[in-house]
C-alpha cells in the first residue's frame, strides 16, 4: 500500500446513475489530485485541492464534481456519464502545493477503474 | 491500476539484460523530471526523479539521464529482472508557475526470463 487508498476498485455504472469515488491518504499530505487514465491519452490531470481549496480544474466537464471534506479525503461525485468517461481515475497526494512540484512528486493510489455502460 | 489497451511501445529485454527506456518531453522550461513505474493494478510509483541543473542521477539499479539539448529523458535499469515488467511514464514539471506533473504516454517493459 503506498497510503493512498481509493474504493472501489472497480465501477461499473449506467448513464443515468450517480456514484462517487472516495480516496483517503494517510500520508499527513496537503495536496490531493484527481487524474484520468484512458486507453488513448495520457494521464490527464482533472483537478487539486490544495488545503481543501479547488486550486486548478483543468477544463472538465460538470458530470464530474469533486469534494475535499477535509486535507485527508477528496470525493469525485459522478452523474449522467458518457460511455467515453470509461477509465481508471487516479488519485495522488504530495507535500505542499507551491510554485514548484515538490521533491519526489505524487504519491498514487491504486484507482478505480470505471466503466459507463 | 495498469493502462490496458492504451497502444504503448513496448520494449523486450531478457532477464539481466540492461533496459534503457526513452522519452521526448515537450516543454523547454520544464525544470523538474520523475520516472514513475506503474504495475498491473496498481497506481504510478515514484522511481527516480532529476533536476534540470542536473545531468545524471542514480538510484538502486537504475539512473535517469537528461539531455536538456535535445529535450530527452531516458531512465536504465540495470539487471532487468521480472519484477521490472510493468508500464514506464517519464513525467514533467513545467516550470515555475506550472505547479502540477504533465505525463507522457509511457512504455511498457517486457521483460523475458
Known amino acids: 500500500e503506498t497510503g493512498v487508498t481509493q474504493t472501489p476498485r472497480h465501477l461499473v455504472m449506467g448513464m443515468t446513475n450517480k456514484k462517487s469515488l472516495k480516496c483517503e491518504q494517510h500520508l499527513g499530505h496537503n495536496a490531493m489530485y484527481w487524474y484520468k487514465q484512458s486507453a488513448k491519452k495520457p494521464l490527464e490531470l482533472m483537478f487539486v485541492?490544495?488545503?481543501?481549496?479547488?486550486?486548478e480544474n483543468n477544463s472538465v466537464p460538470s458530470r464530474f464534481s469533486p469534494e475535499c471534506p477535509n486535507s485527508s479525503h477528496l470525493f469525485l461525485h459522478l452523474h449522467t456519464l458518457q460511455p467515453e468517461d470509461s477509465a481508471l481515475y487516479l488519485c495522488?497526494?504530495?507535500?505542499?502545493?507551491?510554485?514548484?512540484?515538490?521533491?519526489?512528486?505524487?504519491?498514487f493510489g491504486s484507482g478505480t477503474r470505471l466503466t459507463v455502460v | 491500476g495498469e493502462s490496458v489497451g492504451l497502444h504503448l511501445p513496448t520494449l523486450s529485454v531478457q532477464e539481466g539484460d540492461n533496459s534503457i527506456i526513452n522519452c521526448a518531453y515537450s516543454n523547454s522550461a520544464s525544470d523538474y523530471f520523475i520516472w514513475y513505474k506503474q504495475e498491473s493494478g496498481k497506481g504510478p510509483q515514484f522511481i527516480i526523479d532529476i533536476r534540470s541543473n542536473m545531468d545524471k542521477r542514480q538510484g538502486q539499479r537504475v539512473t535517469v539521464l537528461l539531455n536538456k539539448t535535445v529535450k530527452h529523458l531516458s531512465l536504465q535499469i540495470a539487471a532487468t529482472q521480472p519484477g521490472d515488467s510493468a508500464v514506464y511514464f517519464c513525467a514533467e514539471s513545467l516550470g515555475v508557475g506550472r505547479r502540477a506533473l504533465t505525463f507522457g504516454s509511457g512504455t511498457r517493459l517486457q521483460v523475458q526470463p
Open positions: 485541492y490544495s488545503l481543501e481549496e479547488r486550486v
Open positions: 495522488a497526494s504530495s507535500q505542499g502545493w507551491g510554485s514548484r512540484v515538490p521533491n519526489y512528486g505524487y504519491t
